[in-house]
């Protein structure tokens, strides 16, 4: 299927989901389906890094609570409309992720992957002692009252963009993966040195790779302090983002776009059924333990088995 | 056209430790010249300097290409490959999850070359067969000598002028050693290659290289102008024969 295709049929799927979604009563869903798409944006953002370019990232807090705290920092000085917080979030996260993609010229593997969850602890510190955005208190964020479209609360508007926030992160990771640049990046992936010597630019394809990256990370954080209604650093820069976004690809398959959406859709609607039915405090264990299972089992993931299924079949 | 490759007084290695101490060779158009040396004397590293993936200390590398002199030193690997010059690394380096064509398009990543892909990827189908059958394998699960075979395929993807090949012989038995010993001889003839080809088997090496160099801890310690020089030459006899 052309990007393009693709493309046009993402978004008409994810207004028509928009739409379907108005029939239904219960509250709590949007709630719930607002966690399960932000992990799928989380998953798919940490694959285009962690799964074609073979960089594992431990710092996803990082990204996604800077466009948390970007939110917030413009819902301080401007009360900006919520499009303005989605685009500089991104942007700021974007940079960010730039800045990461300069690491990789000296750090990899284990290195890398210390090095980004350093990041994390470092921006968290600066948060925290960061008064203006709220600092270790913590920060009110009021819903607007006046909600446009004509929605009935103001849920429905931060689910219906994260909807089309997702949908553009899943046109971005298939775009990446089957052009020019997702062959370059498989190429860094497997073998560094041999992608150097095959003449693909290396440096050039992590830093894209990165912030690319990290602009969606981030872009999955700037509706977070609304979604809350209150933010306080140890939820922004918890440390479930950065598990979640490395054990969902790994589960789902991190060769290809579907995968961390498999992922995320299975880990996440768990981890929301745990939630309502056991308790908030096993969703990290449930994690884990699947995690185990599925690196011992299946260490490529679920569409790993498909793969190999197809090939079978062959 | 010419293609040829200088280097002067090169100097480089990695933090403290320096590996070469002002290696000076040539390779003029149309040459096959072997470097010699047992293991830990500089030939990966002088080969990885020339592709700027281990940044040089002092001295000069220069790359004529169709007659146009090029500087390399500080330039990126990419724009050394964009020139036409490949380095084929040691111990194969296949990108082992993806399959044999991927491997070959990769090959192809540099502009120039992505307008060749057809015509490039035909003849490497046509010199080795056997990549054509196994188009859609994954490259990890070919066997060691297919595999030196999709390296030398992939290299030439790059339609280089100047190849230069680290130990191809690392990991072959060696019947497969003279199998690709004489691939490259037969490519480069083809081709119109200019090779510089570093290797630890003296006797394959030979076969094929019109000149070579010996190097003992980061320096040129001899430099034999034809096969039968080599051949009879002391220290060679000393390093590879016991002699």
């Known amino acids: ?314 | 056209m010419a293609n040829s490759l200088h280097i002067e007084g090169l100097r480089a290695g990695y933090g403290a430790v320096q590996v070469l101490e002002g290696i000076s060779l040539h390779v003029n158009d149309g040459e096959t010249v072997a470097l010699l040396g047992t293991n830990g004397n500089g030939k990966s590293t002088l080969m990885k300097c020339i592709m700027g993936i281990v940044p040089l200390r002092t001295g000069s590398i220069t790359a004529v290409i169709d007659g146009i002199e090029h500087n390399l030193a500080g330039q990126a690997t990419e724009d050394i490959v964009n020139l036409g010059i490949a380095l084929i690394p040691e111990g194969r380096r296949l990108f082992p999850r993806l399959t044999v064509e991927e491997n070959l398009l990769l090959g192809a990543y540099r502009p120039i070359a992505r307008d060749a892909i057809a015509r490039n990827l035909a003849f490497c189908h046509e010199v080795f067969p056997r990549l054509a059958e196994r188009r859609t394998q994954l490259a990890g699960s070919m066997s060691g000598g297919e595999q030196q075979m999709l390296t030398l395929a992939r290299a030439l993807m790059t339609a280089p002028k100047i190849l230069l090949i680290d130990e191809p012989s690392v990991g072959l038995s060696p019947l497969l050693v003279s199998h690709i010993i004489n691939q490259i001889r037969d490519l480069k003839e083809r081709y119109g290659l200019t090779v510089l080809m570093a290797e630890q088997n003296f006797h394959q090496a030979i076969r094929i290289a019109d000149r070579g160099y010996v190097i003992v801890h980061g320096r040129i310690e001899y430099e034999g102008s034809s096969r039968d020089e080599l051949s009879n030459n002391a220290l060679i006899r000393k390093l590879y024969m016991g002699l």
């Not at chain 1, 010597?197 to 992590?206: D, H, I, N, W, Y």
């Open chain 1, 1 to 314: 299927m052309k990007n393009r295709t693709f493309a046009a049929l993402a978004f008409a799927t994810a207004v028509a989901v928009i739409a379907a979604s108005r029939l239904i009563p219960n509250d709590y869903f949007f709630s719930a389906a607002y966690t399960v798409l932000q992990f799928i944006i989380l998953a798919t953002a940490w694959n285009i890094l962690g799964g074609y370019t073979g960089y594992v990232n431990f710092g996803s807090a990082a990204f996604f609570a800077t466009g948390a705290y970007s939110s917030v920092f413009l819902y301080k000085a401007l009360h900006a409309p919520l499009v303005v917080m989605i685009v500089t979030g991104t942007l700021a996260a974007g940079l960010l992720g730039l800045a990461v993609g300069y690491l990789t010229l000296r750090m990899r593997g284990v290195f890398f992957a210390i090095a980004t969850l350093a990041l994390a602890v470092v921006l968290y510190t600066f948060v925290v002692n960061w008064d203006y955005v709220g600092g270790a208190r913590g920060a009110y964020i009021i819903q607007p009252r006046v909600i446009p479209f004509g929605l009935p609360r103001y849920i429905h508007l931060l689910y219906s963009a994260m909807v089309l926030m997702t949908a553009l992160a899943l046109v971005i990771a298939r775009a990446i993966e089957t052009s020019t640049i997702g062959r370059g990046l498989a190429a860094i992936r497997d073998d560094e040195l041999a992608a150097e010597c095959a003449g693909v630019p290396t440096l050039r394809l992590k830093l894209f790779s990165a912030t690319v990256s990290g602009a969606l990370m981030g872009m999955a954080g700037t509706t977070f302090p609304y979604y809350l209604a209150y933010i306080e650093p140890s939820a922004a820069f918890s440390l479930s983002y950065a598990v979640n976004s490395i054990a969902m690809p790994l589960i789902g398959g991190m060769m290809s776009w579907v995968g961390p959406v498999i992922g995320a859709v299975l880990l996440g609607s768990v981890q929301q059924i745990v939630q309502v039915t056991i308790s908030s405090a096993w969703n990290l264990l449930i994690v884990g333990v699947l995690l185990v299972a599925f690196v011992t089992l299946a260490p490529n993931g679920i569409m790993g088995w498909v793969d190999a299924w197809r090939r079978k079949r062959r």
